[in-house]
């Protein structure tokens, strides 16, 4: 089979594969855990490139031999790595419980479900390795293929997640692995019918039969085997479980954690009494009249709308991020549910909150925020899992913009689930990032702009619902709010302007001086200070610093906000480190005498890490840059991922036109990098936020691939530039790109976790620019390689090690 096919199909099926088990691990364990899945595949397809490296029989194989015998080797790993992932039964959150018999047992369990996910990624990383060391003039064609098949599998994700589900995607993997056994192996042969049999069984499994198993869930979480509908998203896979015996409301499981409820309605609004003793009601209560136009973020099963309508509101516009939850109410449960989108005053969009505000000019009455990271107010345990995820909706950015958009007397209302009011983390910093907003525009005394009350229960956790206006609230909003208030069951204010109520850190926070609340807050054991959008990591409730101090410390309670996802993230930086290392040193173990002839590998080690690293700080920051504007998390991966990738490639191509000049090519190009940069940090910003959000979906986006195709196009350039640089200084050209691709590899995993601690730690900004120096070290470090001159080095030969940097 042609070699840029086979590059290009095994770059297709890896991107899906990496991305289908991101959704399958978040759902089988926490969000967190996903670092696990990119930081393994890096690894996985990095080793693969030493063991082309460090077993030289591989390397006198064929070219067709090597991709029928990986081909297949790909198909029948992905299927059982599936079979162990998807059934294994662990508990993470005891590994944590140190000294333990379930702390060994289920980190023994966590570590097979590693090997099995890891062991997936090998022959992807055997095959580009081979091609792209074999592919001698035409690298730079071979690795834009590789790039091509990985953007073509960012763009397809998405889709095939939403329309298959994430285990069928990780089937379809396998069975393009397989597939590339079929082409490659000699017709006929037994590697050519043992990949053909497993083509078929593994077409026969992507039809919805049931025979692919289901994923379990981890111990800690809900796993619920009998429900009334299921389906994966984008977002979280949704679970429908009905828990009343009377069948009048049903639990959204999100990614097998409780998310929220719909109920069953008859479609009057006067039956919906219950919304009076519900906190709910809150809202209305200070407004003292139903809102003339009000904005609902985060909608989930509907709850708010109900509640809205028992309110007599006339027009609400409610948002919900999950299209498998809006499906819910217009599609699946629509009897069930009163046909709530059909009613004249109900307005239900699918997409981003944030995004839908920007592009809308509407003044809003009230301005709703029902926790939309976890959809229920009472899910602060599953909402803890977050810690490591972004929340635009939580910024001084976004609460600025949120009071632009209010009416002269709306309010904006924010509910959040807390484990208990001994912690009040989420509440105390989101009243912390209020009054910045509020200073931002110009408010001389942030305490006569908020209400906060609490709910607090014996078995469902507790409740805070924060208000906040852009003018001060009146005494008779205050009164209502006190009112409402005291009616409603386990409630009690925290926080009311001019008024005291004890020593809770939040009503510290909102009653408090300016002056106080920066003492409450350096003082704070949780690391509780404002967010913006260049650090949105709304979650991060512990400092580096404390968690590394107390990382030998057991954790015994389940508490996820209890550091868990930031040891995890810890976990990972150092797995990743200890795997880099223990696998750059094994090639000089094993091929000592070839190792030996290699010239200038600490130039060339500096030169790929610094590629690595660089490129996945770009990429991700790019990723976080567009969210707002695609109005999508999604839609924004799936834009950058195939335009960088794509771009990358193309770059890539077009590097062989510097092949006889790269030392004064990549100086230029690093440049345009420098240029692009302080564009990215400055200008773009303005250009996200300005005229171009009111464009539709297909302009905004063919913009987005405008602007990141320069980027790609000039990070094109570097690897296969470097890789054909350090070809022509051996004779062991194969071994030193693949000793090369894993270096590069490696600190991509590396990258991929340090990206987020960097940006949780100094922001996006800061990360941004850390990029392009790496790239001006890689730059500086290519200079310093020995020219292609003179003959190759070979084994045979003593190379001359001094005259070469190392």
Request: hydrophobic share 50%; glycine share 8%.
């Amino acid at each position: 089979m042609p070699r840029w096919l086979g590059i290009l199909l095994v770059s297709l099926a890896g991107l899906l594969l990496e991305v289908g088990y991101t959704r399958i691990v978040s759902y089988k364990f926490w969000y967190y855990y996903t670092y696990l899945v990119i930081g393994l595949a890096l690894l996985g397809i990095g080793s693969g490139s030493v063991f082309v490296a460090v077993f030289s029989r591989m390397r006198q194989w064929s070219t067709d031999r090597i991709l029928a015998g990986c081909g297949l080797f790909g198909a029948v790993s992905i299927t059982l790595g599936y079979l162990v992932v998807a059934r294994m039964k662990v508990d993470t959150v005891q590994i944590w419980d140190y000294g333990t018999g379930a702390s060994v047992s289920n980190t023994l369990r966590l570590a097979i479900i590693c090997l099995a996910i890891f062991l997936t990624f090998v022959s992807f990383g055997i095959i580009v390795a081979v091609l792209l060391g074999r592919a001698g003039e035409g690298i730079g064609r071979m690795y834009f293929s590789d790039l091509l098949g990985a953007g073509i599998g960012a763009l397809l994700a998405i889709p095939l997640i939403s329309r298959l589900g994430p285990p069928r995607v990780i089937v379809l993997a396998a069975l393009i692995f397989a597939v590339v056994g079929v082409l490659a192996a000699v017709p006929f042969s037994l590697t050519w019918g043992v990949s053909a049999l497993v083509s078929i069984a593994l077409l026969v499994t992507l039809v919805p039969t049931g025979v692919l198993p289901d994923v379990r869930p981890e111990l800690s979480k809900w796993y619920a085997p009998v429900t009334k509908y299921s389906a994966w998203g984008p977002v979280f896979r949704v679970d429908v479980v009905q828990l009343d015996p009377t069948g009048n409301s049903m639990l959204l499981l999100h990614d097998a954690t409780f998310g929220s409820g719909i109920r069953r309605w008859n479609g009057d609004p006067s039956t919906l009494t219950a919304y009076e003793k519900d906190p709910r009601s809150i809202p209305f209560a200070v407004l003292g009249n139903a809102p003339k136009h009000e904005l609902i973020i985060g909608s989930a099963g509907g709850n708010e709308i109900l509640a809205s309508l028992y309110n007599r509101a006339p027009n609400v516009e409610a948002v919900e991020l999950n299209p498998v939850t809006v499906s819910l109410l217009r599609k699946h449960f629509a009897d069930y549910t009163g046909h709530i989108p059909e009613k004249p005053a109900v307005h239900l969009h699918l997409g981003d909150g944030r995004s839908y505000l920007e592009r809308h000019k509407t003044k809003y009455d009230l301005v709703w925020y029902v926790a939309p990271d976890s959809y229920a107010a009472t899910n602060a345990a599953s909402s803890g899992a977050l810690v490591l995820s972004e929340s635009y909706l939580y910024t001084q950015q976004m609460i600025k913009k949120t009071l632009e958009h209010l009416s002269d007397n709306g309010i904006m209302v924010v509910q959040f689930g807390e484990l208990d009011f001994d912690r009040p983390n989420r509440t105390s910093r989101y009243v912390v990032t209020a009054r910045k907003a509020l200073e931002e525009i110009g408010v001389k005394d942030p305490r006569q702009h908020l209400l906060v009350a609490a709910e607090e229960t014996a078995n469902r956790g507790a409740l805070s619902t924060i208000a906040v206006k852009r003018t001060a609230f009146t005494p008779a909003e205050i009164d209502r709010f006190l009112g409402r208030v005291a009616q409603l069951p386990d409630h009690h204010p925290l926080a009311a302007p001019d008024h005291a109520f004890g020593t809770n850190i939040v009503s510290q926070l909102a009653s408090g001086t300016n002056a106080q609340v920066a003492s409450t807050v350096a003082h704070s054991r949780a690391y509780i200070t404002a967010i913006s959008d260049n650090s949105p990591y709304f979650w991060h409730f512990s400092r580096f610093r404390s968690v590394i101090r107390h990382i030998a410390t057991p954790l015994t309670a389940r508490d996820p906000e209890n550091v868990v996802g930031e040891r995890v993230l810890l976990l990972m930086l150092g797995l990743s480190l200890v795997y880099a290392a223990l696998f750059l040193l094994a090639p000089f173990v094993a091929v000592r005498r070839k190792w030996r002839a290699l010239p200038a590998k600490t130039t060339s080690a500096v030169y790929f890490s610094a590629l690595g690293l660089g490129f996945m700080f770009y990429e991700v920051t790019m990723i976080q840059r567009l969210v707002q504007f695609l109005g999508y998390p999604t839609l924004s991966l799936t834009v950058t991922l195939a335009a960088i990738l794509v771009s990358t490639g193309i770059g890539a191509l077009a590097s062989h036109r510097f092949t006889e000049r790269p030392q004064t090519a990549l100086p230029v190009v690093l440049g345009v990098l420098a240029v692009l940069t302080v564009f990215y940090q400055f200008a773009l910003p303005g250009l996200l936020t300005g005229p171009l959000l009111s464009w539709p979906t297909t302009g905004r986006i063919l913009f987005s691939v405008v602007i990141l195709a320069p980027l790609g196009l000039c990070l094109g350039t570097f690897m296969p530039l470097g890789l054909a640089r350090v070809a022509s200084l051996t004779g062991f050209a194969e071994e030193y790109v693949a000793w090369s691709w894993a270096v590069n590899g490696f600190f991509s995993v590396i990258g991929a976790v340090l990206t987020t601690i960097l940006s949780m730690a100094f922001g996006y900004r800061a990360v941004q620019f850390a990029a392009l120096v790496l790239y001006a070290i890689a730059v500086a470090a290519f200079t310093r390689l020995p020219s292609p001159s003179g003959p190759a080095v070979t084994a045979d030969e003593e190379p001359e090690l001094s005259a070469a940097p190392v």
